[in-house]
């Protein structure tokens, strides 16, 4: 089956600090997400990429970055972190065919105080 | 653009009731539709999917049909389980342009013995 692992699964950091928050998955999939979730608002989508060194933004990237150096590993930076940025982080991967099922992480809950 | 909205939680039933959980959407052109669920301390994982209208995806008892007249993909099930319990996404991906998934605010059921 495949994995999709997220280094952490709670993360407490502080306001202003940089952090990294990293995904691998093992299936060689083209294509990776980033999403944060939130109560009442769902899973919002911050980046994607579709292939290594490949990035698009979501709908709410403002205060994010990404990296993909490789093609199993996606990370997603808070440049500074600020405390609207407490949520958990979901990652996915899928295979590069949209109608394939995402897989999903078991998410890291950011706390930034 | 693209949006997903589903009927506010948490929904309460006792063991055997029947269940349906709204889900409306708005898309350009013909969109995917996929419900996800999301077990207590586990990643989303993909329930059933519908590519076009009047398709009914189903699985584990659940059920649900791509009603493009109202733009709805309701979920059902006809006896619910304690091991339902979870919280469900209904989400759409766009049939051009972008890759990724536009999801709802989620519904979090509880199932009562």
């Known amino acids: 089956d495949v994995k999709v692992t997220q280094s952490s699964r709670y993360l407490v950091k502080r306001t202003g600090e940089k952090v990294f928050l990293e995904c691998v998955q093992d299936?060689?999939?083209?294509?990776m997400f980033w999403y944060r979730q939130d109560p009442g608002l769902g899973l919002r989508l911050i980046y994607f990429?579709?292939?290594?060194?490949?990035?698009e933004k979501g709908d709410i990237p403002e205060g994010y970055s990404v990296s993909r150096e490789k093609k199993e590993r996606f990370s997603l930076i808070l440049e500074s972190a600020s405390t609207n940025q407490t949520s958990m982080y979901l990652c996915?991967?899928?295979?590069?065919?949209?109608?394939?099922?995402?897989?999903f992480g078991s998410g890291t809950q950011l706390s930034v105080l | 653009g693209d949006s997903v909205t589903q009927m506010e939680g948490p929904v309460t039933l006792s063991e055997e009731a029947f269940l349906t959980i709204n889900c409306t959407y708005t898309a350009t052109g013909y969109p995917s539709l996929f419900w996800y669920v999301q077990y207590p301390g586990e990643g989303l994982q993909l329930l059933l999917k519908?590519?076009?209208?009047?398709d009914k995806g189903s699985n584990k008892g659940f059920e649900a049909t791509y009603r493009k007249e109202t733009t709805s993909f309701h979920l059902e099930k006809g006896s619910v389980q304690v091991s339902d319990s979870a919280v469900y996404f209904c989400a759409l991906r766009r049939d051009t342009g972008r890759r990724a998934l536009t999801f709802g605010s989620g519904t979090r059921l509880q199932v009562q013995p």
């Open positions: 996915a991967s899928r295979i590069d065919s949209p109608l394939e099922k995402l897989f």
């Open positions: 990429s579709y292939d290594v060194k490949m990035k």
């Open positions: 519908a590519t076009k209208a009047d």
């Open positions: 299936m060689d999939h083209e294509n």
